[in-house]
C-alpha cells in the first residue's frame, strides 16, 4: 500500500520531469550533442597523427644497415633526428630535457648481425609521458622495421626479405611504462561524457526547484526524499544510455576500436556508473543553494575527475596521494572497468574489485544525499 | 468549538530579526480566518511554520491534532497551502500541472478529476496552455484549485487574491465560504479591508507579533477608538486637510490621522485628551466636524501605531 503509492510519486515525478525535459529543447539537444562533440574533440584531438618528433640517434654500428634504418626513420616523416651521431649520455640528458622524444640505439655490429641473419636488437627508447604523441610514431616503427632494409638486402641476402624483421625491435617506453594508446582514450570518453552531463544535470535538479519557487509546493506534497531524489535521477538514466550508445557508436566506427568483451556487461557497468554521477549531482543540488553554486560544484568535481581517474594522465604515473584521491572517483574505476571490458574482453570476475567500488560510492552517496536532503525552507 | 490549529508562543528567528515574536493563535475549526499585518510582519513565515516548510525556532502547537515538530508528514497530507509566490511549474501546462499534483496525492481517477477541475475554472479550452503564460488572475486560481484538489481539511492561502481583478476576487471567495461550508478550515493573509470583512474572524499581527483576534466588530471595539471625520467647508480648498492633518500629526491625545475618501479620520484612544487637542480646531470656519465610528482600517492603523510606539520605546529595531 504505501509502496504502492511511493510508487504513484515516483511516476508523477518522471511523468513532469520528462515533460519539462521535452520543453526545454536546448538543454535536450546539448545533452544529446554534447556526447558528440566531446568524441570530436578528445578523440580527433588524439586520433591527430603528431609527425616529425625529435629523436636522437645513438649509431655504434657506423655500418650500411644503421644508416639505411636512420634515413628510414626520417623518410617515414614520424621523426626529426636532431642528434645523429649522439652518445648514451648526451642522448640521455637530451630526452630528459624533453628536447628528444626518442633515443634510438644502433648496437655495435648490427649490420653485420644482420647479414649473418642473426636478427640484432635494435632499442627504441620513447618518452611516452605524452603517449597519445608517441603512440603513432611507434605504431609505425614495426612497419619500418619490415621493410627499411629491404633495398639494401638485395643479391645473396635478398631470402633475408621473406619472413620476420632482419632485426628486432625492442621499445622501451619510459616514464610511462602504462603506455596509453588512442584505444585507451576514446572508451574512456564514455565515462567522461557521462560524468559531465550526468552531474550537471542533476546538479541543477533541486535548485532549479528552489530558485523558481516550485520547491516551496513539492514541499508541502507527501513527497518523501528518496522519492524525489529517485524522480529526478530516473530520467536522466534514459539519456545517459542513450549518450552511451552513440559514443560506442562512434568507438566502433569512428575510431574502429577493437570490441573484445560482453555488450551486457558493459551496459550494467554504464548503468552503475550513470547512477553514480547522478547520485554526486543531486547530492551537489541538496548542499548549493542557488544554479550557480551547484554549477560551481559540479565543475569542481568533473575537474579532479578527469585529472586524476587516469584519463588524461596514466593512473600509474601519479604521485600516491594523487592515485588515492583517484580512488573515490567513480570515473577512475569505470575506466578500468571499460577499457577492461573493451580492450582485453575483461569478465565480470576481472572487473569485480572497480564494480564493488561503484557500487559502495553510489550507496555512500545516495545514503549521504538523504541525509543532506532538506525537507524545509530553512 | 475546537481549534483546528493550536500554537503557542511560535518562534522564528532569521539572522538577527525576530520574524515572528511568540506567536499564539487558535483558528477555530470550520472557520475562516483573515490574517493581516503590514509587508514584514511574518505573515508569510508564520504559515511557513503551520505547514511544515519552516522549523520554528520557539513555541510549537498542533495542527489537526498532529504536532507542528514531530508530525509534520502527518499534517502535509491533510493541508492545502497555496504559496504568496506562483509555484506551480510554468513550464508545465494547465492540465500537466493538476495531472502532477494530483497524482503526487495518489489520487484516483486523475484524467477524471482534472478534467472536472478545469471544468469548474472555466479553463478547458486552455487546458493546453502552459501556466507561465496565464495571467496573474488565472494564475491564482489555477493555484487555488491544485491546492484542494485533494480535498484538505485546512487550506491556508497566502495572499491568495494579490493583483486579481474585483469581479474574479469576488468569485474566489464565493469558493473559499463554499469550502468552508463544507468543513474546511481556512487561514487567509490579504492585505484588502473588504476580504477582511468577509472573514470569520481575524488575527492581525505586526512586528511579528499578534496584536489583535476575534471578529471584525470585537477588534474595533477592543481598540476603543473615537473618531471624528472632518470635511472641508470648501470642497475646492484641496490643501485644507493636509495642512490639519499635518498641523494634528504628534498632538498628544490624537492616535490616528488617515485620509478617508474626501475625508480625514482623526481618532484616539482617550476620548478626553482628543477632544483637548482638538478643541482650537472645532471651530475652525473651514472645517465640518463630525462623530464617527471607527472602522477595521482606523483600528488596525491604530493598533501599528501602537506597537511601532512600544517598539521604539522598548527600543527595539522597528
Ligand atoms: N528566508 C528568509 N531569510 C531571511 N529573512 C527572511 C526570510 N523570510 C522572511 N524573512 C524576513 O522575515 C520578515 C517577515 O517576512 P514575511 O515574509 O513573513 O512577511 P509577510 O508578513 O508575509 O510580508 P508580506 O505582506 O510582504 O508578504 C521580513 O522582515 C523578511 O525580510
Ligand atoms: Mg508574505
Given amino acids: ?378 | 468549538m475546537t481549534a483546528a490549529i493550536r500554537v503557542r508562543d511560535l518562534s522564528k528567528r532569521f539572522g538577527a530579526r525576530l520574524a515572528v515574536d511568540a506567536l499564539s493563535l487558535d483558528v477555530p475549526r470550520g472557520r475562516i480566518m483573515g490574517f493581516l499585518g503590514p509587508n514584514g510582519s511574518g505573515k508569510t513565515t508564520t504559515l511557513r511554520m503551520l505547514c511544515g516548510l519552516l522549523t520554528p525556532d520557539g513555541g510549537g502547537g498542533s495542527c489537526l491534532g498532529y504536532d507542528l515538530r514531530t508530525q509534520a508528514a502527518r499534517i502535509k497530507r491533510h493541508i492545502g497551502y497555496m504559496t504568496q509566490k506562483f509555484s506551480l511549474y510554468e513550464d508545465l501546462t494547465i492540465q500537466e500541472n493538476l495531472e502532477f499534483i494530483a497524482r503526487v496525492h495518489g489520487l484516483g481517477g486523475v484524467r477524471m478529476l482534472v478534467s472536472e477541475t478545469l471544468a469548474r475554472l472555466g479553463l478547458q479550452d486552455r487546458r493546453r496552455q502552459l501556466a507561465g503564460q496565464l495571467s496573474g488572475g488565472w494564475k491564482q486560481r489555477l493555484a487555488l484549485a491544485a491546492c484542494t484538489l485533494h480535498r484538505p481539511q485546512v487550506l491556508l492561502l497566502d495572499e491568495p487574491t494579490a493583483g486579481v481583478d474585483p469581479a474574479a476576487r469576488r468569485d474566489f471567495w464565493d469558493e473559499i465560504h463554499a469550502l468552508a461550508a463544507e468543513g474546511m478550515t481556512v487561514l487567509v493573509s490579504t492585505h484588502y479591508m473588504d476580504e477582511a470583512e468577509r472573514c470569520h474572524v481575524l488575527a492581525y499581527i505586526a512586528y511579528g507579533k499578534l496584536l489583535a483576534a476575534g471578529s471584525a466588530q470585537e477588534i474595533i471595539d477592543r481598540a476603543g477608538l473615537t473618531l471624528y471625520s472632518v470635511h472641508a467647508a470648501d470642497p475646492a480648498d484641496g490643501g485644507a486637510l493636509g495642512a490639519l492633518a499635518a498641523q494634528l500629526r504628534g498632538c498628544p491625545g490624537v492616535d490616528v490621522i488617515a485620509p478617508f475618501g474626501n475625508a480625514l479620520h482623526v481618532g484616539g484612544v482617550d476620548a478626553r485628551a482628543l477632544d483637548g487637542a482638538l478643541s482650537p480646531v472645532f471651530d475652525d470656519a473651514r472645517f465640518r466636524w463630525a462623530a464617527s465610528s471607527a472602522s477595521l482600517e482606523d483600528a488596525f492603523i491604530h493598533l501599528m501605531a501602537r506597537a511601532r510606539a512600544a517598539g521604539t520605546a522598548a527600543g527595539a529595531p522597528s
Avoid at chain 1, 57 to 63: E, P, S, T
Avoid at chain 1, 147 to 153: K, P
Avoid at chain 1, 298 to 324: D, H, K, N, V, Y
Fill in chain 1, 1 to 378: 500500500m504505501s509502496i504502492l503509492a511511493s510508487l504513484h510519486r515516483w511516476y508523477a515525478l518522471i511523468i513532469k520531469e520528462l515533460i519539462q525535459m521535452r520543453r526545454d529543447r536546448m538543454t535536450f539537444s546539448m545533452m544529446l550533442s554534447v556526447p558528440l562533440m566531446q568524441l570530436a574533440l578528445f578523440g580527433f584531438a588524439v586520433n591527430s597523427d603528431p609527425k616529425n618528433l625529435p629523436a636522437a640517434v645513438i649509431d655504434a654500428d657506423r655500418g650500411p644497415f644503421g644508416r639505411a634504418f636512420t634515413s628510414a626513420l626520417e623518410v617515414s616523416g614520424y621523426f626529426d633526428i636532431v642528434a645523429r651521431d649522439s652518445n648514451e649520455r648526451e642522448a640521455g640528458a637530451l630526452m630528459a630535457s624533453g628536447a628528444v622524444q626518442f633515443v634510438i640505439t644502433i648496437p655495435e655490429g648490427f649490420s653485420r648481425d644482420v647479414m649473418r641473419g642473426d636478427r640484432p636488437a635494435l632499442l627504441v627508447e620513447a618518452d611516452a609521458t605524452d603517449p597519445a604523441a608517441t603512440s603513432n610514431a611507434l605504431g609505425n616503427l614495426g612497419l619500418l622495421a619490415a621493410t627499411a632494409l629491404d633495398r639494401d638486402l638485395s643479391g645473396p641476402l635478398a631470402s633475408l626479405r621473406q619472413g620476420p624483421p632482419p632485426f628486432e625491435l625492442v621499445v622501451h617506453k619510459r616514464y610511462n611504462e602504462e603506455g596509453n594508446t588512442q584505444f585507451n582514450v576514446v572508451p574512456g570518453l564514455i565515462g567522461v561524457v557521462l560524468s559531465s552531463t550526468m552531474v550537471v544535470m542533476t546538479a541543477m535538479a533541486m535548485t532549479r526547484e528552489r530558485e523558481r519557487g516550485t520547491l516551496e509546493n513539492i514541499l508541502v506534497t507527501p513527497i518523501r526524499p528518496f522519492e524525489m531524489m529517485m524522480g529526478k535521477i530516473s530520467p536522466y538514466i534514459l539519456i545517459g544510455l542513450v549518450q552511451t550508445v552513440i559514443i560506442l557508436l562512434a568507438s566502433a566506427f569512428l575510431f574502429d576500436v577493437p570490441f573484445q568483451g560482453n555488450l551486457a556487461l558493459l551496459f550494467a557497468c554504464c548503468m552503475l556508473f550513470i547512477c553514480a554521477n547522478l547520485a554526486i549531482g543531486f547530492i551537489f543540488s541538496t548542499i548549493a543553494r542557488t544554479q550557480l553554486q551547484a554549477m560551481q560544484m559540479a565543475s569542481t568535481f568533473l575537474l579532479p575527475s578527469i585529472l586524476l581517474s587516469g584519463f588524461m594522465f596514466p593512473f600509474r604515473g601519479m604521485p600516491g596521494w594523487a592515485q588515492a584521491l583517484g580512488e573515490a572517483l567513480p570515473l577512475t574505476h569505470f575506466l578500468r572497468i571499460v577499457r577492461g571490458i573493451i580492450l582485453k574482453g575483461s569478465t565480470l570476475a576481472d572487473v569485480a574489485f572497480d564494480v564493488g567500488m561503484l557500487v559502495a560510492i553510489l550507496l555512500a552517496i545516495g545514503f549521504l544525499s538523504l541525509r543532506l536532503y532538506r525537507r524545509t525552507l530553512d
